[in-house]
Every structure is written in C-alpha cells, then in structure tokens.
Nanobody
Framework: AQLVESGGGLVQPGGSLRLSCSASRFRISPYYMAWYRQAPEKEREFVANIDPTGRRKNYGDSVKGRFTISRENAKNLVYLQMNNLKPEDTGVYYC???????RGQGTQVTVSS
C-alpha cells in the first residue's frame, strides 16, 4: 500500500488549503481513511477520519468546524479541506489507512503571516 500526500504549503492565518492523498497498490474503497498531523516537538495528533462510504466522519476537537475530510473512491483519493487556518495548525500532515498500517510521507503545512 502506498499513499502520497500533496497540497501543502505556506498560507496566512485565516487562509485555506486543500490536501489530497493519492493511494496506489490498493483500493481505498473498503477502508476507513484518516489524516494525522505532527508539529515540531509535539506528538502525532488525530485530525480526521472517514468511513468507506464517506457518510461518517470524525474530527479532532482542534479542527472541528474548520476542516472537512472527503473521499472519491472511484479515483482512489482522499481530501482534507482546511479553512480558517491558524498558526497552531502548522505541521506535517499525513494520510493514513489505519487498518493497513499504511501512511504517506506527509506534506508540510505552515500557517504564518
């Protein structure tokens, strides 16, 4: 299983970014998919997950109401729409297929003025 994240970058506070996660060597359709993040000198933090149908979503408390996870099973893609970004959202964002113990290399998100 391989996951590749993209879409990170530098954004000002209050801005938006959309992260994408492309899966290869397996089909995401049967699996929960998730996003995690890790800031420098901090532990990995759960951001969001989504069930195989796309109907059930869970979010970490710090991102509720600002981030939205979604998926396109036909395209083998998972997304994370991030709005109203804050400096504390800075970190490396990882896409994950937890049941497969698969994780991408991550994409850097930096929120700074």
């Amino acid at each position: 299983a391989q996951l590749v994240e993209s879409g990170g970058g530098l954004v000002q506070p209050g801005g938006s970014l959309r992260l994408s996660c492309s899966a290869s060597r397996f089909r995401i359709s049967p699996y929960y998919m998730a996003w995690y993040r890790q800031a420098p000198e901090k532990e990995r933090e759960f951001v969001a997950n989504i069930d195989p149908t796309g109907r059930r979503k869970n979010y970490g408390d710090s991102v509720k109401g600002r981030f939205t996870i979604s998926r396109e099973n036909a395209k083998n893609l998972v997304y994370l729409q991030m709005n109203n970004l804050k400096p504390e959202d800075t970190g490396v964002y990882y896409c994950s297929a937890p049941l497969l113990d698969a994780r991408g290399q991550g994409t850097q998100v930096t929120v700074s003025s």
